[in-house]
């Protein structure tokens, strides 16, 4: 059978039917999930405003937004040695950058050997976000 039969809502080979304009429906389902994800990254904007511009703060500093990518990157948990490997600056200087981060609410350090984390998933969606980590 041909393609442009399979995606007018023909059937398949194997006797299954196909969706009309079947290879864009998972185009479709993307962009409406990128909307809904947007929608909800502009709720959390709002009602968490003082916590979105502590990011966006962090965000314009070199050291502070290297250990926000990381974290992002490790699923929002890491330690000093992951921080070390990943963050070119010096652990005096990353622990410092990870105490403002902590104070400001952005991350949570606890435990001894000490991670980071961050304190739940509105603010990873926001450093998504802000960081625009989704591209």
Known sequence: MSDSYKESG??????????????????VDTVLAETERKAAVYDLQRERSELYLA????????????ILSTLYFNDGVCDYNDLDDWVNRHRSTIKKQVGKLNKTGVVNRSGNPA??????????????????LTD
Request: aromatic fraction near 6%.
């Open 10 to 27: 023909g059937e398949t080979a194997r006797g299954e039917r196909t969706v009309p304009g079947g290879r864009y429906t998972n185009h």
């Open 55 to 66: 990011i966006v703060e962090a965000a314009q500093h070199d050291s502070q937004r290297q």
């Open 115 to 132: 991670f980071v984390s961050f304190p739940d998933t509105d603010v990873a969606l926001l450093i998504e976000d802000v960081l625009n």
